[in-house]
């Protein structure tokens, strides 16, 4: 059974720095497209970053220069770095896992950011 679980939301005031994690059980990170989305209240869900299966790391443009996606194979963890928050980063952060080729993705329950002063 396949199981993504994120950590490390929480509430922060903006300019601060969070850092999320998603691990993943079942599958193996380094042969899937990992990304993080996020939603707002209210909104649809987005897209924030993803780093491939090859190590190519792609952002929406909101986050250019903030935000910085890794992954660990030895662990099978994919993170997310985030700096300079700001209120509008506020949303749940969800980790997707996605083959390269068709198959089944996967999502995690997701973790809540919330950037308030």
């Known amino acids: 059974q396949v199981q993504l679980v994120e950590s490390g939301g929480g509430l922060l005031q903006p300019g601060g720095s969070l850092r999320l994690s998603c691990a993943a059980s079942?599958?193996?990170?380094?042969?899937?497209?990992v990304a993080w989305y996020r939603q707002a209240p209210g909104k649809q869900r987005e897209f924030v970053a993803q780093?491939?299966?090859?190590?190519?790391?792609f952002y929406t443009d909101s986050v250019k220069g903030r935000f910085t996606i890794s992954k660990d194979n030895v662990k099978n963890t994919v993170s997310l770095q985030m700096n300079s928050l700001k209120p509008e980063d506020t949303a749940v952060y969800y980790c997707?896992?996605?083959?390269?080729?068709?198959?089944?993705?996967?999502w995690g329950q997701g973790t809540q950011v919330t950037v308030s002063s």
């Open positions: 997707n896992a996605a083959p390269d080729v068709r198959g089944p993705q996967y």
């Open positions: 079942g599958i193996i990170f380094s042969a899937y497209n």
């Open positions: 780093i491939r299966w090859s190590g190519a790391t």
